[in-house]
């Protein structure tokens, strides 16, 4: 796999005196809290400026009418190419966690007026990946913790008292009852996860010092603190360790703070080993999307004094941008059948790995592995299956292309699974679990349990043990 020359003394004397430029207030960082109203101006000003790679949109609104205000960056801002991959940013989750949001917003200014002075790296990054930028997906639980500049847990919920980061289907999800309410503002990132093929994510909190990633729900009976890793865990420490080691001080033992030092290892932890949860947002990429998301915890001050955003900033800087980088890593590619058209919901398999990703609407996939030799297979309903052996090197800057062609096949009614046919693709979610979720909380629907076991169940069934119905918490 692959000087100005200056032509007066007038004009020297004035160089001399060191005059600085113009700030440009678009992208100029003023290290300071910034309202709703502020954040949403700095992110119309920043595509304002920078029209040719930026572009704002909204996914939403939340409970008390607040626009979920998404800046992204791309060198054809508003749609999707083929084979680039979509990352996404997510910032002040709880409203009292107010650094990813800060942070989210200089991003977005520093991208803006890196790549109009000419930076190759962030030029490179933006041509070549789609960047949205999400900075507050609870403004209302910020409204309320700003105006008490928490001391406290004020304002962490959204506005109805939910956790937005419990209110995701996950592992203990059954999809029956009214049981569980669902936020407006986790029905929009459900519906915006959805709309677009995320490759790569990270969530942004406050409390401690780590990058956590999946699985964050214990498979313990009694839902005890226990590390619970993902098909994928050797990706998730890649990932994670990418953004601690580039952070200035998330890897180093003295630097640690919170409630993870016990179990955190240079700046990563398993979630489920760090602190049991259910309904956790990444969880929900993982199991019901082709994306990739970590939880990065920005410090064990929630929300620090104004004087030290200048640092936070600094910390984090390298971090982001090769976190960002790392979306480029193992195989991307399409697949076709033998008249070249695409075939989209083909599932790309890794052996070894029991989680497998699916084609888009053309025929693209993504696949973030680690390096080393992989045999990737791409199969699909009515076709047979392809497979190719692959050698990933330690250091790609470019995810390595890997095509597959399909050659049609009869149709086997015996050996189908039924939870593979799907009339037509559904985007990025071939189980459409994101309308069993909405229907959940529909009042006016009448819904029985739902008898059939999830696609990740397997994964939890030991040959001759016990069923594992605890992991349905209604069972």
């Given at each position: ?8 003394s ?18 100029s ?13 700095i ?21 008390e ?37 800060q942070?989210l917003i ?102 401690d ?8 729900m ?26 601690a ?15 993870s ?12 080993q ?11 990429n ?7 998301e ?34 480029h ?5 399409i ?6 058209n695409?075939?989209p ?26 390096p ?7 199969s ?49 979610d ?46």
């Amino acid at each position: 796999v692959s000087a100005v020359t200056f032509c007066g003394s007038t004009l020297l004397a004035l160089d001399s005196m060191e005059v600085p430029p113009a700030e440009d207030p678009a992208t100029s960082m003023k290290f300071v809290y910034h309202s709703n109203a502020q954040t949403n101006s700095i992110l119309k000003t920043i595509e304002d400026r920078c029209p040719e790679i930026a572009k704002t949109y909204s996914i939403g609104r939340s409970l008390e009418g607040r626009e979920l205000l998404v800046i992204e960056f791309s060198n054809n801002p508003g749609h999707h190419e083929l084979l680039e991959p979509e990352i996404k940013f997510i910032g002040n989750m709880h409203g009292n966690e107010v650094l990813g949001r800060q942070l989210l917003i200089y991003l977005a200014q520093s991208l803006c007026s890196e790549y109009l002075q000419g930076d190759e790296r962030i030029q490179t990054l933006v041509n070549t990946s789609r960047i949205h930028i999400l900075p507050s997906m609870n403004p209302d639980g910020y409204e309320l913790a700003s105006q008490r500049y928490s001391m406290s847990e004020m304002g962490r919920n959204n506005a109805q008292n939910i956790d937005l980061n419990r209110n995701f289907p996950d592992l203990t999800s059954v999809y029956e009852s009214s049981s569980i309410r669902v936020a407006p503002e986790t029905y929009a990132v459900m519906k915006w996860i959805r709309s677009i093929p995320f490759v790569l994510s990270a969530s942004f909190h406050g409390g401690d010092l780590v990058v956590s990633y999946p699985y964050d729900m214990s498979k313990h009976p009694l839902e005890h603190n226990m590390l619970s890793p993902t098909p994928d865990d050797k990706v998730f420490k890649l990932l994670a360790r990418t953004y601690a080691k580039a952070h200035e001080t998330m890897s180093s033992e003295n630097s640690r703070c919170g409630s993870s030092r016990s179990v955190s290892q240079k700046g990563t932890v398993n979630g489920a080993q760090w602190s049991s949860i259910a309904g956790s947002m990444q969880d929900f990429n993982y199991l019901h999307t082709n994306c990739f998301e970590v939880t990065v915890e920005l410090g064990c001050d929630k929300f620090p004094p104004e004087e030290e955003l200048f640092l936070v900033w600094h910390q984090n800087h390298e971090a982001l941008i090769d976190f960002m980088e790392a979306a480029h890593r193992g195989i991307s590619g399409i697949v076709k059948d033998e008249g070249g058209n695409a075939i989209p919901g083909a599932r790309i398999s890794v052996v070894g790995i029991r989680h497998d990703v699916t084609t888009g609407e053309n025929g693209e996939y993504w696949r973030l592995l680690t390096p080393g030799i992989h045999v990737v297979s791409a199969s699909a309903l009515g076709y047979t299956k392809a497979i190719k052996k692959v050698h990933l090197p330690q250091r790609m800057h470019t995810a390595g292309r890997v095509d597959f062609f399909l050659q049609k096949a009869p149709l086997d009614l015996d050996t189908l699974d039924p939870e593979n046919v799907t009339d037509s693709y559904a985007r990025f979610d071939p189980f459409n679990q994101y309308e069993r979720y909405m229907l959940m909380a529909d009042p006016s629907q009448n819904r029985e349990e739902r008898l059939e076991k999830p696609w990740w169940w397997s994964y939890f069934v030991l040959p001759g043990g016990t069923t594992p119905t605890w992991l349905l918490r209604h069972y």
